[in-house]
């Protein structure tokens, strides 16, 4: 089924492993043009090899939480392709340190690479949407945001939920200028931050009897960055199998 997204211009950070490249990927098979970021210079750049066959592809090496970086990365995108149609903040990093244990330093990276990235991010490109008259953001949360993710640390819950709220708050501001915003709430996926062991132990607890695949999150993304959710916004999506805790 054709969504409509030939030749638009999608940013996508944390491109290099796991969701992000999933999302690349399939955004790339839809003849999505794609500006790629990422810290793991080496892996963003085989994804970038992979992908480049089927779909304009750039890249950039990009801490997300600089807010420096993301004016340059957005910059060279515009540069590039003129436009920006698409944002996938998918960047994240995993804390398992339990309340008594976390550092201040832990707990500032974790909500400085999940959450304030979100929002430099869409300040960046709010104002290239907003000329166009049209977008679509879409940020990566985590039922572990809604629920307080009993096997995860409080920092990543906290982001997530942050997250959330952050996307509500994006959608308003958005949407006189048509522009769209909505959050994904995956559980489950397996990923480099699900260890395998903790995958065969999990997946009996879902409903659908499976772990998510990065794909599942991947089709969720492409929906909501078509035409066919014009009328979705403010929206949290869960990607769980029928779970309700992570």
Known sequence: MELGL???VAIVTGAARGLGKAIARALAQEGVKLALLDIEQGALQETVAALSSKTGTISSYTDVSDEEQVRQAVEQAVSV???VDILVNNAGIASFAAVPDITQAEWDRVLDVNLKSVL?????????MKRQGRGAIINMSSMAGKVGGLKIGPAYSASKAGIIGLTLALARAGAPHGIRV????PAFIESSMMPGERSA????????????????VASAVLFLASDRASFITGEVLDVNGGALMD
């Open 6 to 8: 030939q030749d638009r």
């Open 81 to 83: 392709y003129g436009r």
């Open 120 to 128: 430099l991010m869409s300040q960046a490109v709010f104002p290239i």
């Open 182 to 185: 909505n959050a994904l709430a």
């Open 201 to 216: 132990e999990l997946a009996p607890l879902i409903p659908l009897g499976r772990m998510g695949a990065p794909d599942d």
